[in-house]
Structures are given as C-alpha cells and as structure tokens.
T-cell receptor, first 113, second 112 residues
C-alpha cells in the first residue's frame, strides 16, 4: 500500500540553524500539506501546496518557513533560522483530491536546543 | 475563527463496551473529518461527513453529523484493544480543502 515517507524521523538542532524536513508523497497525489503538532497541543495547519505553488498558509508560516517540490517527488519544508518554539512534530500530508481526506506521513520530530 | 471542542478528553473502557466521542464546532461545519492517531505517529483518515444528518459506518465505527451541522459524534461498538489511540475531529472551511482545523483529540484506552 502506498504511503507518505518523511525524513528524518527525529532531528535535534541548535537555535538559529537551518533545518530541512523532507517528504515523499504518494506518487499520484496533487495537493500537499505541512502540519505541525507542538507537544500536548492541537495539530495545526501550516501550508498547502498545489501546482508548484503555495495555495494557502497560516499565520505560523512566516518568512522563516519555505516549501518546495523541486524534482516532482520530494516535498520539503525549510526553516531558515530555528527558534525554540519551532520544536514540534511536523507532518507532511497529501491528497489526490481537493478535500480534507489526507494521507499523513509518520512525522518528523524537531527538537531545537 | 472556527474552534472545535472534543469531549471527553480521555476515555478508558473495558473491551467489548460501546463508547461515544463528541466534536462541537463554534461555526457551521462544511466538511467534518475524523482521524485516528497512535501516539507519536501520523494521522489516519477514518471518515468524512458533509451533509446535515449524514451518518457513515466502517466496521465497528459510526460517525454522525447533526442536522444543524455543528456537532459530530463518533461511536465505537464493542471496542477492542486495536481501537486504542487518539481520535481527532477536523473541520474544513467553506471551500472544503485540505486546510483543516483540528480539535484537541480524545485519548481512548481499551482494557482487555
């Protein structure tokens, strides 16, 4: 069964460092998302991506964040200069249709020290 | 902005018992989604509801959306240890995209 793959599963970084989280979505999906979940809090929407551009983004997704899908397979989330409050589980998700029926990856846990 | 409130926050049931989880929205629901999350893992889609009064079932799980489209319930019949996890409801806006607002989750433990 096809699945969404995320790497790394866990990354520890120093504050101020750049981090790239990678996702390989299911091959026939067209809509891609990043969500995050700070420990003990709700799952929060960050950004949606369709047709090689951002379609929607939340207030959390400021200039420190960027996404791209450079080679038509990998979908990446970059945090330019990490802050302590960026520590969270980051989930990549995808869908073949424009609804909330999403296929999520297992997540990448980011710890910022 | 829309808020989703789930109740109860956590639930411990004996195997074989029925249970219900509720999700209440501060605004009209256009698309209501139920997901299950195992601790530290990704979310797994369970069901989507869009129409007032709609009810869907899959195996022993039934989800309903009320007529006013502001409340949904998830009912599990004859619970099993495999049902344990965190259940989240998520709502899409009027455009019904994958941009979801989630409730805080309900943690379910099933005792054998």
């Amino acid at each position: 069964e096809p699945e969404v793959t995320q790497t790394p599963s866990h990354q520890v970084t120093q504050m101020g460092q750049e981090v790239i989280l990678r996702c390989v979505p299911i091959s026939n999906h067209l809509y891609f998302y990043w969500y995050r979940q700070i420990l003990g809090q709700k799952v929060e929407f960050l950004v949606s991506f369709y047709n090689n551009e951002i379609s929607e983004k939340s207030e959390i997704f400021d200039d420190q964040f960027s996404v791209e899908r450079p080679d038509g397979s990998n979908f990446t989330l970059k945090i330019r200069s990490t802050k302590l409050e960026d520590s969270a589980m980051y989930f990549c998700a995808g869908s073949g249709v424009r609804t909330g029926e999403l296929f999520f990856g297992e997540g990448s846990r980011l710890t910022v020290l | 902005s829309q808020e989703l409130e789930q109740s109860p926050q956590s639930l411990i049931v004996q195997e074989g018992k029925n249970l219900t989880i509720n999700c209440t929205s501060s605004k009209t629901l256009y698309g209501l989604y139920w997901y299950k999350q195992k601790y530290g893992e990704g979310l797994i889609f369970l069901m989507m509801l869009q129409k007032g009064g709609e009810e869907k079932s899959h195996e022993k799980i039934t989800a309903k959306l009320d007529e006013k489209k502001q409340q949904s319930s998830l009912h599990i019949t004859a619970s099993q240890p495999s049902h344990a996890g965190i259940y989240l409801c998520g709502a899409s806006g009027s455009s019904n995209t994958g941009k979801l607002i989630f409730g805080q989750g309900t943690t379910l433990q099933v005792k054998p």
